[in-house]
């Protein structure tokens, strides 16, 4: 799906990804990153706030709910900047959802205070990613206050 900043949707359907952090690594530890019992420290503070992806480019930001034990959202902003992984460095994104969606509800949530119910259970698995490919799970928690990582064995 092409879209540009405005809400102008090109293709009928998209990827909308739900990602609670990202983190930029360097390639060569990468494997450390992924390997299985691998504690990671997100350096993020625990928080119901979460970016949402449109293919894989942030779209908008929301404030984390839930609804009949399913994630639910509210959108608080329209994402107008974008952060890549540092120069050399790959980004994993950690997503607690993903669902494909129309343009007709693209552009309903695109506003400030659009509700966004999904059917994505309620969990404390994440998925990893990058670019496209889930690459690991893991269970997320929290740190001296801050969201961490406990890579799943695959």
């Known amino acids: 799906l092409s879209a540009n900043r405005r809400g102008d949707f090109v293709d009928s ?24 019992g691998t504690i990671i420290d997100l350096e ?17 930001r929301a404030k984390l709910k839930q609804a009949n034990k399913m994630f639910a959202l509210e959108i608080t902003e329209i994402v107008s900047d974008t952060q ?7 980004r994993v994104s ?6 494909e969606m129309d343009t007709e509800s693209l552009r309903d949530y695109y506003q400030v205070g659009a509700l966004m119910a999904t ?7 994440a998925s990893l990613v990058i ?17 961490a990582l406990s890579v799943l064995p695959k």
């Open 94 to 99: 950690v997503e607690l959802a993903r669902m």
């Open 119 to 125: 059917s994505q259970k309620v969990s404390s698995i």
């Open 84 to 90: 890549d992984a540092r120069v050399g460095n790959t």
């Open 13 to 36: 359907v998209g990827t909308v990804s739900l990602e609670i952090g990202s983190l930029s690594v360097p390639p060569y530890m990468l494997t450390d990153y992924l390997r299985s």
């Open 131 to 147: 670019g496209e490919e889930h690459v690991a799970n893991a269970v997320l928690g929290e740190i001296g206050g801050r969201l």
């Open 44 to 60: 993020l503070p625990a928080s119901d706030r979460v970016t949402l992806l449109l293919d894989g480019i942030p779209w908008l």
